[in-house]
């Protein structure tokens, strides 16, 4: 079991940068790899990133790419998104998820075993 709890969310201006924090507790933290989703209001659940177990590995929802940046710290048991030149589209509520999965790293929410709550991201223009 893995409980999963994100922090770091907020209101921001357009061009501006927040950085959530997942802090995982629970089973070894280093035998997932850690993805990054989010829910804007009426639309489905997409991904946004995802790590490897080592932090060797990362992978991003094409629209990210070059602003965001997912990092982990296998000794403080968290994972961190990065957000610069935050748009308005990049409002929803951001979900970290751990996929227990022994290779690879995931896009699909299928794969994921465990959610966090969620954190509120506003981008305003």
């Known amino acids: 079991q893995v409980q999963l709890v994100e922090s770091g969310g907020g209101s921001v201006q357009a061009g501006g940068s927040l950085r959530l924090s997942c802090a995982a507790s629970?089973?070894?933290?280093?035998?997932?790899?850690m993805g990054w989703f989010r829910q804007a209001p009426g639309k489905e659940r997409e991904f946004v990133a995802a790590?490897?177990?080592?932090?060797?590995?990362?992978y991003y929802v094409d629209s990210v790419k070059g602003r965001f940046t997912i990092s982990r710290d296998n000794a403080k048991n968290t994972v961190y998104l990065q957000m610069n030149s935050l748009e308005p589209e990049d409002t929803a509520v951001y979900y970290c998820?751990?996929?227990?999965?022994?290779?690879?790293?995931?896009?699909?929410?299928?794969?994921?075993?465990?959610w966090g709550q969620g954190t509120q991201v506003t981008v305003s223009s």
């Open positions: 998820a751990a996929d227990g999965r022994e290779v690879g790293i995931s896009a699909s929410n299928t794969h994921y075993d465990y």
């Open positions: 629970g089973r070894s933290f280093d035998r997932y790899s």
């Open positions: 790590i490897s177990r080592s932090g060797g590995v990362t």
